[in-house]
Protein backbone atom coordinates (compact mmCIF):
# COMPACT_ATOMS: atom_id res chain seq x y z
CA UNK A 1 0.00 0.00 0.00
CA UNK A 2 1.22 3.50 -0.74
CA UNK A 3 2.56 4.67 2.94
CA UNK A 4 1.50 8.57 1.92
CA UNK A 5 -2.45 7.56 1.28
CA UNK A 6 -2.65 4.70 3.99
CA UNK A 7 -3.25 5.30 7.88
CA UNK A 8 -3.20 2.50 10.15
CA UNK A 9 -6.33 2.79 12.62
CA UNK A 10 -8.29 0.41 15.19
CA UNK A 11 -7.10 -2.15 17.50
CA UNK A 12 -7.16 -4.76 14.42
CA UNK A 13 -4.66 -2.94 12.63
CA UNK A 14 -7.10 -2.70 9.71
CA UNK A 15 -5.87 0.04 6.89
CA UNK A 16 -7.90 2.95 5.36
CA UNK A 17 -6.30 5.02 2.80
CA UNK A 18 -9.76 7.45 2.71
CA UNK A 19 -12.92 8.54 2.97
CA UNK A 20 -15.30 7.05 0.94
CA UNK A 21 -18.68 8.93 2.26
CA UNK A 22 -19.51 11.82 3.98
CA UNK A 23 -22.73 10.42 6.26
CA UNK A 24 -24.62 13.52 7.06
CA UNK A 25 -26.61 13.56 10.23
CA UNK A 26 -30.31 13.74 9.19
CA UNK A 27 -33.40 15.34 11.17
CA UNK A 28 -31.19 18.90 12.34
CA UNK A 29 -33.03 21.78 12.87
CA UNK A 30 -32.89 24.72 14.41
CA UNK A 31 -32.10 24.20 18.24
CA UNK A 32 -34.41 26.95 20.49
CA UNK A 33 -32.44 28.89 22.72
CA UNK A 34 -31.24 27.54 26.24
CA UNK A 35 -32.29 23.39 25.16
CA UNK A 36 -30.51 21.50 27.63
CA UNK A 37 -30.81 17.81 25.99
CA UNK A 38 -33.18 17.52 23.38
CA UNK A 39 -34.09 14.12 21.31
CA UNK A 40 -31.51 11.95 19.92
CA UNK A 41 -30.82 11.80 15.92
CA UNK A 42 -29.85 8.45 14.80
CA UNK A 43 -27.56 7.35 12.84
CA UNK A 44 -27.85 4.14 10.98
CA UNK A 45 -24.05 3.00 9.44
CA UNK A 46 -24.81 1.57 5.92
CA UNK A 47 -21.71 -0.51 5.74
CA UNK A 48 -18.73 -1.77 7.84
CA UNK A 49 -16.03 0.67 8.22
CA UNK A 50 -14.19 3.18 10.46
CA UNK A 51 -15.49 6.70 10.87
CA UNK A 52 -12.76 8.69 10.74
CA UNK A 53 -13.69 11.98 11.96
CA UNK A 54 -16.64 14.43 13.22
CA UNK A 55 -17.60 17.77 11.79
CA UNK A 56 -19.75 20.07 13.62
CA UNK A 57 -20.80 23.47 12.59
CA UNK A 58 -23.42 26.03 13.05
CA UNK A 59 -25.28 26.41 9.26
CA UNK A 60 -27.00 29.43 7.72
CA UNK A 61 -25.17 32.04 10.01
CA UNK A 62 -24.70 35.51 8.01
CA UNK A 63 -21.66 37.22 10.50
CA UNK A 64 -18.49 35.90 11.83
CA UNK A 65 -19.82 37.24 15.43
CA UNK A 66 -22.67 34.94 15.18
CA UNK A 67 -20.72 32.07 14.11
CA UNK A 68 -18.46 32.14 16.71
CA UNK A 69 -21.43 32.59 19.19
CA UNK A 70 -23.13 29.52 17.74
CA UNK A 71 -20.36 27.22 17.64
CA UNK A 72 -19.82 28.02 21.74
CA UNK A 73 -23.45 27.83 22.62
CA UNK A 74 -24.04 24.25 20.27
CA UNK A 75 -22.99 21.35 21.83
CA UNK A 76 -23.31 17.70 20.89
CA UNK A 77 -23.53 14.12 22.82
CA UNK A 78 -22.69 11.09 21.10
CA UNK A 79 -23.99 7.25 21.98
CA UNK A 80 -21.74 4.83 20.38
CA UNK A 81 -24.00 1.44 19.90
CA UNK A 82 -22.29 -1.15 22.42
CA UNK A 83 -19.13 1.28 23.66
CA UNK A 84 -20.02 3.55 26.38
CA UNK A 85 -20.51 7.32 25.30
CA UNK A 86 -17.71 9.00 23.41
CA UNK A 87 -18.47 12.47 25.23
CA UNK A 88 -17.81 11.65 28.84
CA UNK A 89 -17.39 14.28 32.18
CA UNK A 90 -15.46 11.10 33.85
CA UNK A 91 -18.27 9.63 35.16
CA UNK A 92 -21.36 10.04 32.91
CA UNK A 93 -22.30 11.30 29.55
CA UNK A 94 -21.92 15.01 28.71
CA UNK A 95 -22.12 17.15 25.75
CA UNK A 96 -18.88 18.92 24.44
CA UNK A 97 -19.57 22.41 22.58
CA UNK A 98 -18.61 22.57 19.16
CA UNK A 99 -15.85 25.21 19.25
CA UNK A 100 -13.18 23.23 21.89
CA UNK A 101 -13.02 20.39 19.64
CA UNK A 102 -13.55 22.22 16.25
CA UNK A 103 -11.97 25.76 16.41
CA UNK A 104 -12.09 26.85 12.96
CA UNK A 105 -14.57 26.55 10.12
CA UNK A 106 -13.88 23.37 8.14
CA UNK A 107 -11.80 21.20 10.90
CA UNK A 108 -12.49 18.00 11.61
CA UNK A 109 -12.02 15.94 14.99
CA UNK A 110 -10.76 12.47 14.56
CA UNK A 111 -12.21 10.11 16.51
CA UNK A 112 -11.50 6.50 14.17
CA UNK A 113 -14.37 3.63 15.94
CA UNK A 114 -15.03 0.99 14.16
CA UNK A 115 -18.62 0.48 13.27
CA UNK A 116 -20.44 -2.45 11.92
CA UNK A 117 -23.67 -2.21 9.05
CA UNK A 118 -26.72 -1.01 10.69
CA UNK A 119 -24.81 -0.13 14.22
CA UNK A 120 -27.12 2.61 15.35
CA UNK A 121 -25.71 5.53 17.05
CA UNK A 122 -27.36 8.14 18.54
CA UNK A 123 -26.46 11.94 18.14
CA UNK A 124 -27.87 14.86 20.58
CA UNK A 125 -27.39 18.37 20.33
CA UNK A 126 -28.02 21.42 23.11
CA UNK A 127 -27.67 25.35 22.50
CA UNK A 128 -26.92 26.73 25.51
CA UNK A 129 -27.27 30.29 24.43
CA UNK A 130 -29.53 31.92 26.62
CA UNK A 131 -31.86 33.92 23.74
CA UNK A 132 -30.50 32.52 19.97
CA UNK A 133 -31.43 29.15 18.52
CA UNK A 134 -28.89 28.65 15.98
CA UNK A 135 -29.60 25.18 13.55
CA UNK A 136 -26.26 22.86 13.54
CA UNK A 137 -24.73 21.00 10.74
CA UNK A 138 -22.93 17.51 11.59
CA UNK A 139 -21.49 14.74 9.52
CA UNK A 140 -18.96 12.21 9.94
CA UNK A 141 -15.88 10.73 7.34
CA UNK A 142 -16.69 7.12 6.99
CA UNK A 143 -14.02 4.68 5.26
CA UNK A 144 -15.97 1.82 3.95
CA UNK A 145 -13.96 -1.61 4.46
Known amino acids: MDKQKTTTLGA ?11 VH ?14 AALPVTWPNSGVVLWILAAPANVSTADS ?10 RLNVQGQSE ?5 AAADYVQFGSIMPSSG ?9 KQNDIWQ ?3 RN ?18
Open 12 to 22: AGSHFSRVTRV
Open 25 to 38: VQGLASVPAATPSP
Open 67 to 76: WYAAMSSLGF
Open 86 to 90: FVTNG
Open 107 to 115: FRFPINLEV
Open 123 to 125: VYI
Open 128 to 145: THPSNAYTPDVAFGFAEI
